[in-house]
């Protein structure tokens, strides 16, 4: 899927170094943007730069970043604030799956951490680059966030964990958080939304057993395949007059009802700040 004319835009898009976001990265650089892509494994980073560069996309940079780590993702603040002026376009493309607890070096759980309270934190130090007149901030959710459980107790799971209530939970707090903050940015002219980007083959799973996870592959889109909504909601023109919206093949649909219900949402909100340690938004 080709973009809209995206020349003189700058975009960064997390965990860039393959699957969608890599596909993504490619169809908004054939467009003109500029694109920051961020990876945790700085190796294969630097060979989807090299890759691109070799296919003629050379406005494009790249940051060794784990997204389970706060201080990584201060850091990351800090040097674009020192390299760029302006941010049009936020793509929250990384994400995290993992069968086992696991946590960061703060004790956040490595789920929560990666799949919801970075780009709330990357966005919420960010926001002073996104432009007041066509900013976006792409949040990649996931169908299962209908699965998940609007209760903020335990976020960090320490009373039970399962890896695929952690995916599912974390995403639906991703897509309630994306709807709030559209709704706190409604007039400053940054919109806001989520995607489920198709059920698709790419690493995320990686902690799954090989013997269920090539089986699984077979069935699933390729990445091209899977980065369509992506692209389409950080170019087109229908999806930047869109705010607090849940896109699914690159059109807006329902998302969970306990996604929209403000009183949630702000107990979401306030349990976040305490993690983070921030005012939001």
């Known amino acids: 899927m080709a973009a809209a004319d995206l020349e003189g835009k ?44 070799e296919a003629g996309l050379s406005a494009i940079h790249s940051f060794g970043l784990d997204l389970a780590e706060p201080a990584e993702i201060q850091k990351l603040s800090t040097e674009l604030h020192q390299q760029i002026q302006r941010l049009d376009i936020i793509i929250h493309n990384a994400g995290a799956f993992n069968m086992k607890r ?16 970075a780009p709330v934190l990357l966005t919420h130090l960010l926001q002073d680059l996104l432009p007041s007149d ?30 695929q209530q952690a995916y599912n939970n974390t995403k639906l707090w991703l897509t309630m958080y994306t709807n709030w903050l559209a709704r706190q940015w409604r007039n400053r002219g940054v919109v806001v939304n989520s995607l489920h980007p198709g059920v ?15 089986p699984i592959n077979l069935f699933l889109k390729t990445p091209r395949q899977g980065a369509r909504t992506s692209i389409w909601a950080a170019s087109s023109a229908e999806a930047g007059t ?16 306990s996604a929209n219900d403000e009183r949630l949402q702000q107990e979401l909100v306030t349990k976040t700040a305490e993690l983070l340690g921030i005012t939001l938004p």
């Open 242 to 257: 869109l705010g607090g919206q849940y896109f699914n093949e690159c059109k807006a649909e329902q998302c969970a009802p």
């Open 134 to 163: 066509a900013g976006r901030v792409l949040m990649v959710s996931s169908m299962l966030h209908r699965k998940g459980k609007a209760e903020f107790s335990d976020m960090n799971a320490k009373q039970y964990y399962s890896g």
């Open 200 to 214: 698709i083959a790419t690493d995320i799973a990686r902690d799954l057993p090989a013997v269920i996870r090539w």
């Open 102 to 117: 696991k946590t960061n070096s703060t004790g956040q759980e490595l789920t929560l951490a990666v799949n919801y309270l």
């Open 10 to 53: 700058n975009i960064l898009i997390t965990g860039a170094n393959g699957g969608i976001g890599l596909e993504t990265a490619r169809a908004l650089l054939a467009s003109g943007a500029r694109v920051i892509i961020t990876g945790r494994d700085a190796s294969k980073t630097t060979s989807a730069v090299q890759g691109l560069q």
